[in-house]
């Protein structure tokens, strides 16, 4: 066999370097299979009726597109400011009342079906197809948000925003054609009183031909859906065939041609014998009949079906413990580490996704509840979606509780600091929740001076401790 690093200049300039065998018909151009293999378009994006069959009819779709909004969503956030105690009840009461939550987690869950959804701020008073001036916006005018798919919008993909930003050549307006009630009461939103979401991001070219939306998460995985479901059922049709029994009648054939009484007599001799055959029945044959079983085994299926769950599996990036409720194969594998690197995912996704536009519904729902806009250096930070343990946050209490007293000890920080610094982790560990503002205001807000040599009270030894130092008693 020859083997040969081929570097092959073609027309255009194009280079093509692979390990290529012509004469064993290795390699991709060589004259094989694998070199006929190409990828296929198969836009199931645009097929709405066919997404929602999958969506109703496959739990495997419906976990693809739910479990990560689902767990994006519910958590909540932890605020980080100078807000009073009661101004922070009224801003989480208000998220809680408006349904803030449930209505961000089906913006999420139709992004990721459809490739593309939007969230309407609605704005009591205020016209949709102006630009919104949050400025404006005064006590209760702030209903909540409307969840919208892309096939509830016509987007004005010729009348796009030209300024500068994050929404740069996306359409400026949202023509709703289909909503919850009249479409005449929301003819045309403006790109700022809404939340856009799309499944997976497009190249420029490809987002054209998608009127600008995304990618459903479903077609990425349509081909290994397919392939397991193909097998699922494949395993289940088998079942029916795990047992076969073969009965060799002499001159069946003239009897089925004859029909009338021979033929109702052998219906009869099958009947009874399926209805008392046991592992104590006795099966009656004639001297010429035959009868005889074959039984299958199924080994080998289980694992092909976790292989295509598997691929499923990593091209969601959702783990085997998540998406189908079963801990991966090894000895101690409990699927913890699989789901930490699945939360950490999402952290992610929820700085990219939510952050920004949480940023925006909190200054709308601060205006709308508090009357006011939310106070300068104001921070919010997602709550951990892996839940601790009892034991756990015991331990965390205990570290941060040790690090804070050593800090205040050593003049580092303040009494007032070391309050608050106390407070703060109480968000994870539960313990210190009861200090209040004015206990942090009422503390000292200077660190405590370091105690000198000079400072320190001299210390003598008597005569009875310096004879127990001699050795005497």
């Given at each position: 066999?020859?083997k040969?690093?081929?570097?092959?200049?073609?027309?255009?300039?194009?280079?093509?370097?692979?390990?290529?065998?012509f004469?064993?018909?290795?390699?991709?151009?060589?004259?094989?299979?694998?070199?006929?293999?190409?990828?296929?378009?198969?836009?199931?994006?645009?097929?709405?009726?066919?997404?929602?069959?999958?969506?109703?009819?496959?739990?495997?779709?419906?976990?693809?597109?739910?479990?990560?909004?689902?767990?994006?969503?519910?958590?909540?956030?932890?605020?980080?400011?100078?807000?009073?105690?009661?101004?922070?009840?009224?801003?989480?009461?208000?998220?809680?009342?408006?349904?803030?939550?449930?209505?961000?987690?089906k913006?999420?869950?139709?992004?990721?079906?459809?490739?593309?959804?939007?969230?309407?701020?609605?704005?009591?008073?205020?016209?949709?197809?102006?630009?919104?001036?949050?400025d404006?916006?005064?006590?209760?005018?702030f209903?909540?948000?409307?969840?919208?798919?892309?096939?509830?919008?016509?987007?004005?993909?010729?009348?796009?925003?030209?300024?500068?930003?994050?929404?740069?050549?996306?359409?400026?307006?949202?023509?709703?054609?289909?909503?919850?009630?009249?479409?005449?009461?929301?003819?045309?939103?403006?790109?700022?009183?809404?939340?856009?979401?799309?499944?997976?991001?497009?190249?420029?070219?490809?987002?054209?031909?998608?009127?600008?939306?995304?990618?459903?998460?479903?077609?990425?995985?349509?081909?290994?859906?397919?392939?397991?479901?193909?097998?699922?059922?494949?395993?289940?049709?088998?079942?029916?065939?795990?047992?076969?029994?073969?009965?060799?009648?002499?001159?069946?054939?003239?009897?089925?041609a004859?029909?009338?009484?021979?033929?109702?007599?052998?219906?009869?001799?099958?009947?009874?014998?399926?209805?008392?055959?046991?592992?104590?029945?006795?099966?009656?044959?004639?001297?010429?009949?035959?009868f005889?079983?074959?039984?299958y085994?199924?080994?080998?299926?289980?694992?092909?079906?976790?292989?295509?769950?598997?691929?499923?599996?990593?091209?969601?990036?959702?783990?085997?413990?998540?998406?189908?409720?079963?801990?991966?194969?090894?000895?101690?594998?409990?699927?913890?580490?699989?789901?930490?690197?699945?939360?950490?995912?999402?952290?992610?996704?929820?700085?990219?996704?939510?952050?920004?536009?949480?940023?925006?519904?909190?200054?709308?729902?601060?205006?709308?509840?508090?009357?006011?806009?939310?106070?300068?250096g104001?921070?919010?930070?997602?709550?951990?979606?892996?839940?601790?343990?009892?034991?756990?946050?015991?331990?965390?209490?205990?570290?941060?509780?040790?690090?804070?007293?050593?800090?205040?000890?050593?003049?580092?920080?303040?009494?007032?600091?070391?309050?608050?610094?106390?407070?703060?982790?109480?968000?994870?560990?539960?313990?210190?929740t009861n200090?209040?503002?004015?206990?942090?205001?009422?503390?000292?807000?200077?660190?405590?001076?370091a105690?000198?040599?000079a400072?320190?009270?001299?210390?003598?030894?008597?005569?009875?401790?310096?004879?127990?130092?001699?050795?005497?008693?």
């Open positions: 066999m020859t040969r690093r081929s570097t092959i200049k073609a027309k255009g300039n194009a280079t093509f370097d692979s390990f290529q065998n004469q064993a018909g290795l390699g991709i151009g060589a004259s094989n299979q694998s070199s006929n293999s190409t990828y296929g378009f198969n836009p199931i994006t645009r097929m709405r009726i066919q997404l929602e069959w999958m969506y109703r009819g496959s739990w495997l779709v419906g976990m693809a597109v739910d479990a990560p909004a689902e767990d994006m969503t519910r958590a909540g956030i932890d605020f980080n400011s100078t807000l009073t105690p009661d101004e922070n009840d009224a801003l989480h009461a208000a998220i809680e009342d408006l349904q803030i939550w449930q209505s961000l987690t913006v999420l869950k139709w992004s990721r079906l459809y490739g593309g959804a939007l969230g309407y701020i609605m704005i009591d008073g205020q016209d949709p197809s102006t630009p919104l001036d949050i404006t916006i005064g006590e209760g005018q209903k909540g948000i409307m969840p919208l798919d892309r096939w509830m919008v016509q987007p004005s993909v010729s009348d796009v925003v030209d300024e500068l930003g994050h929404y740069y050549g996306l359409p400026k307006f949202y023509s709703v054609v289909q909503a919850p009630v009249s479409v005449s009461k929301y003819p045309k939103i403006h790109y700022s009183r809404v939340i856009r979401m799309t499944g997976i991001d497009l190249p420029f070219n490809q987002a054209q031909t998608e009127n600008m939306w995304g990618e459903s998460v479903v077609e990425r995985i349509y081909d290994r859906l397919v392939s397991y479901d193909s097998t699922s059922t494949g395993a289940a049709q088998l079942v029916y065939k795990a047992h076969l029994r073969v009965m060799k009648i002499e001159g069946l054939r003239d009897i089925i004859a029909g009338g009484p021979a033929m109702a007599g052998v219906q009869a001799q099958i009947d009874n014998m399926r209805k008392t055959q046991s592992n104590e029945g006795i099966t009656l044959l004639d001297s010429t009949d035959e005889d079983t074959q039984q085994s199924f080994s080998g299926l289980s694992d092909m079906m976790l292989q295509f769950g598997q691929q499923i599996s990593g091209a969601l990036q959702i783990p085997l413990i998540r998406l189908f409720g079963q801990s991966p194969g090894g000895l101690n594998s409990s699927g913890e580490s699989d789901l930490r690197t699945y939360y950490d995912g999402l952290a992610k996704q929820q700085n990219i996704q939510l952050r920004a536009p949480l940023t925006k519904i909190l200054d709308i729902t601060a205006r709308s509840v508090l009357g006011d806009k939310l106070p300068k104001f921070r919010f930070s997602f709550n951990p979606l892996w839940l601790v343990t009892e034991k756990e946050k015991s331990d965390i209490a205990g570290v941060d509780a040790d690090t804070v007293i050593k800090a205040f000890e050593s003049s580092i920080i303040s009494q007032a600091t070391a309050l608050k610094e106390l407070r703060q982790s109480s968000a994870l560990t539960g313990v210190f200090i209040t503002d004015e206990d942090i205001k009422d503390a000292d807000d200077m660190p405590p001076k105690e000198s040599e400072d320190k009270p001299e210390q003598f030894i008597t005569p009875k401790e310096l004879g127990g130092m001699n050795g005497e008693v």
